[in-house]
């Protein structure tokens, strides 16, 4: 497994450094083209990348890896909403979507203090029904993964959107990550709900990428603890999602100290091989920094230190 992953690594790599010579030798084409990259891309060519949340088949909005051509916020913005926009020449990884309607032109974008508000042409709003809250959760959690972005204003032709078109269901204006992606809602009682945001994975041609879930729980317990029981738990809600954290992982102990999470496991938290996988760390870390205001997450296991995923990492 090791060796077929290290074989994709080098193509996939090799595969890129070549685009990017083609796209740099062709003027031409500098307009047309956005490289779309993943983790390994950047970490082989230290080439800087966005996020961007694209659709998959199963209706998910998954963490995916773009590289922009430009360094100003306002471009980068209009160059994500251009690739999350259906088009013709849209070209992504199998089992990838874009979703913002086909035809919908993107008339403003004004760039505040840590708020962006964006204008839309009224193609927008034909969004179908099924669709409509993802693609509005997509926009905002790929602008807000930009830096200083801390809340979003969608219009429609000059016109704050106040409600899902097809819904009618209310929408809160800015829009924040309060809003929620790819929503389970596992509770049996109004009262005593927590909201925290869990990191899965899923497997799309052959390749792993990250889904975040915003669950709605009866459960007071710290978070943390809540991450680690859904991560860890040997059944999830939905089998098209995946947690390679064992079962008998126990989380010993936990505390922040100089905005920095600890999290002691036991021995569990290695593999057979008496690893940790990274997509275990890095599991775990994306739901932290989704659910508490840290800079780094320590890994620890019977106290010993392991590993350390900052959040200028992700």
Do not use: W
Not at 68 to 77: A, N
Not at 138 to 149: A, E, F, N, Q, T
Not at 234 to 243: P, Q, R
Not at 255 to 264: A, G, K, P
């Amino acid at each position: 497994m090791l060796k077929s992953k290290a074989i994709r690594k080098i193509f996939i790599t090799t595969l890129s450094l070549f685009v990017l010579l083609v796209a740099y030798s062709l003027p031409s084409l500098e307009d047309s083209y956005t490289l779309k990259t993943n983790l390994e891309i950047e970490s082989a060519t230290g080439l800087a990348t966005d996020n961007i949340y694209l659709l998959n088949s199963n209706g998910y909005l998954v963490k995916s890896r773009i590289l922009l051509e430009s360094s100003d916020l306002e471009k980068k913005i209009r160059e994500i909403l251009k690739q999350l926009t259906v088009e013709d020449d849209n070209y992504f990884p199998k089992g990838l979507f874009p979703y913002i309607p086909q035809g919908t032109k993107v008339l403003n974008v004004l760039c505040g203090e840590k708020q962006v508000s964006i204008d839309f042409s009224k193609e927008f709003l034909d969004m179908s029904v099924d669709l409509e809250k993802q693609i509005v959760s997509g926009i905002v959690y790929s602008i807000l993964d930009l830096d200083d972005i801390d809340e979003v204003i969608l219009l429609v032709e000059g016109q704050v959107l106040k409600e899902y078109p097809n819904t009618h269901e209310a929408l809160p204006s800015p829009l924040t990550r309060d809003i929620g992606i790819n929503k389970e809602y596992n509770i049996t009682s109004r009262n005593d709900i927590s909201k925290v945001v869990v990191y899965y994975l899923s497997e799309i041609d052959d390749d792993l990428y990250y889904v975040p879930v915003t669950k709605y729980v009866n459960d007071e317990r710290d978070k943390i603890k809540i991450i680690i029981d859904e991560l860890s738990s040997s059944y999830i809600y939905e089998s098209n999602l995946m947690s390679f954290l064992h079962s008998n992982v126990e989380l010993l102990d936990y505390y922040e100290q100089e905005n920095v999470l600890f999290l002691n496991f036991n021995d569990y938290l290695f593999d057979s091989s008496d690893k940790v996988l990274e997509e275990v760390l890095y599991s775990i870390a994306y739901s932290v920094f989704a659910n508490y205001d840290v800079s780094t997450v320590m890994f620890e296991v019977n106290n010993q230190h392991i590993d350390k995923i900052s959040r200028d990492q992700i």
